[in-house]
């Protein structure tokens, strides 16, 4: 069976939207394409399947449920495969509170401890931005590893990139400062935020020095 397709023409280029069969819009430029074909969850968080897991614990099962055309997930816990991060040293508990070495999973070592040698983890360890990105109505304020900000950011796919820190190592303590700042206008445990004001803008950007300082 063919393809159902809508082309938009004009003297220079040809647009072809088409479906995949499964619900995905696929888009063509001549001979390119982009598919968006994350799930549902996805979109959602702005993140992989396994950047969700590590952010908030959250695993998500498949069900054989659709709503309009769509598959639906419920949210299921994981406890085999966290028992077996913590044996492999990819997440440990320092007072009680879970830390995750984002790098090592990011850059797939083979356990939590010891950096192949290659590794960015040996120039960038302990390393990282604040990203401030803006989707519709929503903005967010996240932050990531001076090794996965280019990847972390592009994944979301949002619809402009407003300010970008250099690379350093209290980017953790810089986002929770700004989560905290705005506490009253984010969406609950999510680093989404709404209803920011110009004024409001103006400052997130100002903490993060006013520019985009890696290359996206």
Same mark, same amino acid.
């Given at each position: 069976?063919?393809? %159902?397709?809508l082309?938009f023409?004009?003297?220079t280029? @040809?647009?072809? &939207?088409?479906?995949?069969?499964? #619900?995905t819009l696929?888009?063509?430029?001549?001979?390119i394409?982009?598919?968006?074909?994350r799930?549902?969850?996805e979109k959602?968080?702005?993140?992989?399947?396994?950047e969700i897991h590590k952010?908030f614990?959250?695993?998500?099962?498949?069900?054989?449920?659709f709503?309009?055309?769509?598959?639906?997930?419920?949210i299921? %816990?994981d406890?085999e495969?966290?028992?077996?991060?913590? @044996?492999?040293? &990819?997440?440990?508990y320092v007072? #009680?509170k879970?830390?995750?070495?984002?790098?090592?999973?990011?850059?797939g070592?083979?356990?939590?401890w010891?950096p192949?040698?290659k590794?960015?983890?040996?120039?960038?360890q302990g390393k990282?931005?604040?990203y401030?990105?803006?989707?519709?109505?929503?903005h967010?304020?996240g932050s990531?590893?001076a090794a996965?900000?280019q990847?972390?950011?592009?994944y979301?796919?949002p619809?402009?990139?407003?300010?970008v820190s250099?690379?350093?190592?209290d980017y953790?303590k810089?986002?929770?400062?700004?989560h905290h700042?705005?506490?009253?206008?984010r969406?609950l445990?999510?680093e989404?935020f709404?209803n920011l004001?110009?004024e409001?803008?103006?400052?997130i950007?100002?903490?993060?020095?006013n520019?985009i300082h890696v290359?996206?």
């Open positions: 069976m063919s393809k %159902s397709r082309f023409n004009n003297d280029q @040809k647009i072809t &939207f088409t479906t995949a069969g499964t #619900g696929q888009t063509f430029c001549g001979d394409y982009e598919e968006d074909t799930k549902k969850h959602f968080f702005g993140m992989s399947e396994d952010e614990g959250l695993c998500f099962k498949e069900t054989d449920i709503i309009g055309g769509e598959r639906q997930y419920e299921s %816990s406890f495969a966290k028992l077996w991060l913590i @044996k492999k040293g &990819f997440v440990r007072r #009680g879970e830390v995750w070495n984002e790098q090592a999973l990011d850059e070592w083979e356990n939590g010891s192949p040698v590794s960015k983890a040996k120039n960038n990282g931005h604040v401030f990105v803006k989707s519709k109505n929503f967010k304020i990531s590893s996965q900000i990847r972390r950011i592009k979301q796919k619809m402009e990139i407003l300010a250099p690379k350093i190592e953790r810089l986002e929770k400062e700004l700042h705005f506490a009253d206008k969406v445990k999510y989404v709404e004001t110009e409001d803008i103006k400052y950007m100002n903490k993060l020095g520019k290359k996206i």
